[in-house]
């Protein structure tokens, strides 16, 4: 154990400081490593036709299309063929509208008299492009790299306890030299 005068847990505070340092260290190497691999690993896409998919209810409002959300990197959306679920009856493109990218499906009111595909179902058929290869290695990658945001809010916890510490040995260091230079008339 260290005896030297003024140096009470000087070697527990600098044990500290580099834990925290090397902590740092390895969270900001897998924040580097993980945002370079997040998109490396996906290297091929396939296309995918799904048919009459049904959408329960269609407004204004629009719903995204089931099977489009469940796959990686899904984009490209494009309608092949929209009927109403009940009647059959084809719905002419004007009276809908499909994000390319969110596959979110919308009724669009075209004029007066249209209003009969409004909040009613519909079966869609549709394609669009989605990533095949390498998807439990990228959701592995995404899920370390998300997670390594939690790490960096437990610093200023250890900051602030590793300050505490420094003050309690300071106390300990001041109590210790008055009881050394005899003002306390031993006490």
Sequence with gaps: MNQKKGVAGLSVLLSVIAMLFMIGLIVMVFVIAGSKLQTAVETSGSAGNFYNET??????????????????????????????????????????????????IKYVA???????????GWNVTYTFSYVTDGFEASQTINDTYNSLDDVTDWFPTFIVLTAMVVLILLVVIIINSIKGSGITGGA
């Design 55 to 104: 959408v329960p209810t269609v407004n204004d409002a629009g719903d995204v299309l089931a099977q489009f959300s469940s796959y990686q990197g899904a984009t490209g959306c494009s309608a092949i063929r929209v009927t109403n679920e009940t009647s059959g009856t084809i719905i002419a493109s004007g009276n809908y509208s499909l994000g390319a990218e969110t596959c979110n």
């Design 110 to 120: 075209t004029g007066v008299g249209d209003q009969q595909f409004n909040g009613t």
